[in-house]
């Protein structure tokens, strides 16, 4: 599975930005796809995750109510939609697939695939 995240950009507080991650190859043997993100000097830290096959979602405290992820099955596609973004949301944002419980999909370790970071900058 390759995986090709785009859509950061530096914007400035309260402003929305759209990100997206284009699967290719073996989709199908994953179930999970999320969203990681990773401040300098910081460690990588769970943003979102989504289940391909039921549509649930999963979300970070600190993003819930501003990030909504979600995912075209059609084109391979999965989105984060981030609205009032804070200059604490800087970081890089990685896209990631993988399989098994749910109780790890918070872990990176879960995932076995991983896209390319796309930096978020926000100025406040």
């Known amino acids: 599975v390759q995986l090709q995240a785009s859509g950061g950009g530096l914007v400035q507080a309260g402003d929305s930005l759209r990100l997206s991650c284009a699967a290719s190859?073996?989709?199908?043997?994953?179930?999970?796809m999320g969203w990681f993100r990773q401040a300098p000097g910081k460690e990588r830290e769970f943003a979102a995750a989504?289940?391909?096959?039921?549509?649930?979602?999963y979300y970070a405290d600190s993003v819930k109510g501003r990030f909504t992820i979600s995912r075209d099955n059609a084109k391979n596609t999965m989105y984060l939609r981030m609205n009032s973004l804070k200059p604490e949301d800087t970081a890089a944002y990685y896209c990631?697939?993988?399989?098994?419980?749910?109780?790890?999909?918070?872990?990176?370790?879960?995932?076995?695939?991983w896209g390319q970071g796309t930096q978020v900058t926000v100025s406040s």
């Open positions: 190859g073996r989709t199908d043997s994953t179930h999970m």
């Open positions: 990631a697939a993988g399989s098994g419980i749910l109780s790890s999909i918070r872990s990176p370790g879960m995932y076995k695939y």
């Open positions: 989504i289940d391909r096959r039921s549509g649930r979602t």
